[in-house]
């Protein structure tokens, strides 16, 4: 006859394992239970249950559930001591109808922090240390705060950090890694917490005494039966270097030797570049935290048990009962492997429940520093993003000509203003001391950005691009011949251009400034215009030289001056308190007399000079004035002509001769003179001599 229970008749309470879940008690019963946990990895527990009623998937995926492992039964009636997981349903597998109107199922269970796996974001981390961003992850996603009392010392944190098309966790797994955290879960029921360190003495306290007895093939309970030691090879020294701008010339490497020192290990060393390490100190930390991973590779205890309480995270001490000699020291646990089995829902319960583990273990002295396993995203290519800036701004840069950017995967978090990024350089097509190309892209426009090694915390602006709101200086394509440069009047309406026109028949090249231009030549300044040239000047106009001025007209020359103001052409000393071309051209608009400069003005015409004066000419000559005709002079009046001498008045032609004195005395010379008269010669005086 079949002694065995009903459906309603199985309870949990006096079996190995207990299941509480949110279906009620003893609705789920356990039967086998494969935990995996450790440091540096997240948990995940694997139960097969057999179920008293059908399983909604609702009913179970993303709520918690308590897993109690029996570690040793209780006395005179008292409660057996368990150990708890505690942990979220992550998947649900149904399984077959079994016997007794059961069915079975399989339930997979991770830690809550497995939650941030089921996210993928992009976003920038400003001025936050690891441990500030895991408490931003863990709240915004509604979860319990970690135990962070094993942090010695915080990193200091980071200004600007890139998370970039990754999960949360894979962001935050990466971090703890770059900054030498390491971690566990620690459980009881009800609830299970993230526990960070990064140094060795942050490991938990044993459980009572914390004595773990090695009995090597033994089959009794509660005790390790097997316990090998590993000892591997590590390289004997890590190096990185990197690059910062800021300290050009100078590369902030560093050598870190190992303290486990092997045969020919001091000559293996590990190089790294880029070591992420913007100075010498931070190359230091960082390089301590690699070298720090490779020791604790050295040395290792793999074993198996039967013992129920070692957990990762928590230090035992290991002894041999058998060898009292033999010497051990305290450990921790940094990996295990569960298994569990209960038959007693199948069989009449003369079958005893099966425990085992494997588990890994290191000194306790060693701190678990990770390796940088988790890889760092890449960006391949060229990204987009928007120069950003203040609100009113239009240029906003560092003395690097660094600006702002905001990228458009920062969807809401993105400020646009500036404060929520870093300072960016931006390539140029030369960079000298002093002396290069320099660009300043404004706030507003598209820009393409390119990574420093792929790494998404290393932009640099590589160019810009238009685009409908920023478009080019002249419509495409009517105009796209031309070769254009114009910017844009800060804060004001205008622009400075130059500008290449191709096209064929009209070829030119234009230059627009909105203000002022301003060209200094150092040596000798020439230009050649085949046909014409034509100045337009709006006001004032000067030319200051500073020795000889030469001009040569090969046809008409004609000057034109308006009739308010006199041409004045000064050979004297120029003023010299006056400076620069600007300040004469100023000085032209007066009516007094321009210091122009001094010297002499040489001008000369190869065929006419013609000039027409619409009323006045006027000319003072300070010394002296010569006047030269190869061949025939005419003066001509409409009236009369005046010709006056402050001395006397000469006039020669060949042996003919008259002077004019100006004490009245007229002298007439000649080798003939003839006086003639249609009508009256009259010769008037007191005294007329004849001879």
């Given amino acids: 006859m079949n002694d065995m229970p009903f459906i309603d008749e199985f309870i949990q309470a006096s079996r190995v394992l207990k299941l509480s879940t949110s279906l009620g008690e003893d609705v789920l019963l356990p039967e086998r239970a494969s935990i995996t946990e450790g440091v540096n990895q997240l948990f995940e527990i694997e139960i097969a249950v057999r179920s008293k009623k059908n399983i909604a998937p609702a009913d179970l995926i993303g709520k918690p559930v308590d897993l109690e492992l029996e570690v040793s039964q209780g006395e005179y009636g008292e409660e057996p001591v368990r150990r708890c997981w505690n942990g979220l349903v992550t998947e649900l597998h149904e399984g077959p109808a079994v016997t007794r109107g059961l069915r079975s199922y399989h339930l997979v269970v991770r830690p809550s922090l497995w939650l941030l796996s089921q996210t993928r974001d992009s976003r920038i981390w400003m001025d936050q240390d690891t441990l500030q961003v895991l408490e931003t992850l863990l709240k915004e996603h509604g979860l319990t705060q970690a135990d962070t009392g094993g942090v010695l010392r915080r990193r200091p944190p980071i200004h600007y950090s890139c998370q970039f098309n990754e999960s949360d966790l894979r962001y935050l797994l990466r971090r703890f890694e770059e900054e030498g955290y ?14 960070v360190a990064n140094y060795a003495n942050s490991w938990l306290k044993p459980e009572g005494d914390g004595r773990v007895r090695v009995a090597y093939g033994s089959s009794d309970s509660n005790h390790i039966n097997e316990w090998k030691r590993r000892f591997t090879y590590v390289p004997g020294k890590r190096s990185g270097a990197d690059w910062n701008y800021k300290t050009f010339g100078h590369i902030p490497i560093e050598s870190t030797p190992s303290l486990v020192e092997l045969p020919g290990n001091a000559k293996r060393e590990i190089f790294e570049w880029p070591a992420r390490a913007m100075d010498l100190d931070e190359a230091r930390q960082v390089e301590k935290l690699r070298i720090q991973a490779s020791e604790a590779d050295h040395e290792r205890v793999t074993g198996t048990s039967n013992v129920r309480i070692l957990e990762p995270g928590r230090r035992f001490q290991p002894y041999d009962a058998a060898n009292p000699d033999a010497r051990f020291e305290e450990h921790v646990i940094i990996a295990a492997e569960h298994v569990i089995v209960d038959r007693s829902y199948e069989t009449d319960g003369g079958s005893l429940p099966e425990y085992r583990n494997r588990f890994e273990a290191i000194p306790s002295r060693i701190p678990l520093t990770p390796h940088r396993t988790t890889p760092k995203p890449k960006i391949e290519g060229l990204q987009v993003a928007v120069v950003a800036g203040p609100q009113g701004e239009e240029i906003f840069c560092d003395s690097d000509g660094c600006v ?33 190309g320099q660009v300043i892209p404004r706030i507003g426009m598209e820009v393409l950005v390119s990574f420093l090694d792929s790494d998404p915390d290393r932009p640099i602006v590589v160019g810009l691009v238009p685009n409908p709101r920023n478009n080019v200086p002249y419509p495409l394509p009517v105009n796209k011949t031309k070769t254009v440069f114009r910017t844009n009047t800060h804060k004001g309406q205008g622009f400075n251009e130059l500008t290449f026109e191709d096209e064929k028949e009209r070829e030119e090249v234009y230059v627009h400034a909105q203000k002022d231009q301003n060209i200094k030549v150092e040596n000798n300044y020439s230009k050649r215009i085949n046909v014409n040239k034509i100045e337009s000047v709006g006001h004032n106009k000067g030319i200051e030289v500073t020795n000889n001025h030469y001009e040569v007209i090969g046809g008409d020359m004609d000057i034109r001056v308006g009739p308010s103001n006199k041409w004045t052409i000064t050979p004297r000393a120029a003023d010299k308190a006056l400076e620069g071309i600007g300040q004469v051209a100023n000085s032209l608009g007066s009516k007094e007399q321009a210091p122009i400069g001094e010297g002499n003005l040489h001008l000369v015409v190869q065929k006419n000079k013609t000039q027409k004066i619409g009323d006045t000419h006027t000319e003072d000559v300070g010394r002296l004035k010569k006047i030269d005709v190869g061949s025939e002079y005419n003066l001509r009046a409409g009236e009369d002509v005046i010709i006056e001498a402050g001395k006397r008045l000469i006039l020669n032609c060949g042996k003919s001769r008259i002077v004019l004195n100006a004490d009245g005395t007229i002298t007439i010379s000649g080798k003939k003179i003839v006086g003639s008269a249609d009508e009256i010669f009259d010769i008037l005086g007191d005294m007329v001599k004849i001879n």
């Fill in 182 to 195: 390491f971690y566990w879960f620690g459980h009881e029921k009800g609830l299970h917490r993230l526990h």
């Fill in 404 to 436: 702002k950017l905001w990228f458009p995967w920062q969807r809401h978090r993105a400020k646009k203003d500036g404060t929520d990024t870093k300072w960016i350089r931006v390539s140029t097509n030369w960079a000298g001391q002093g002396w290069g």
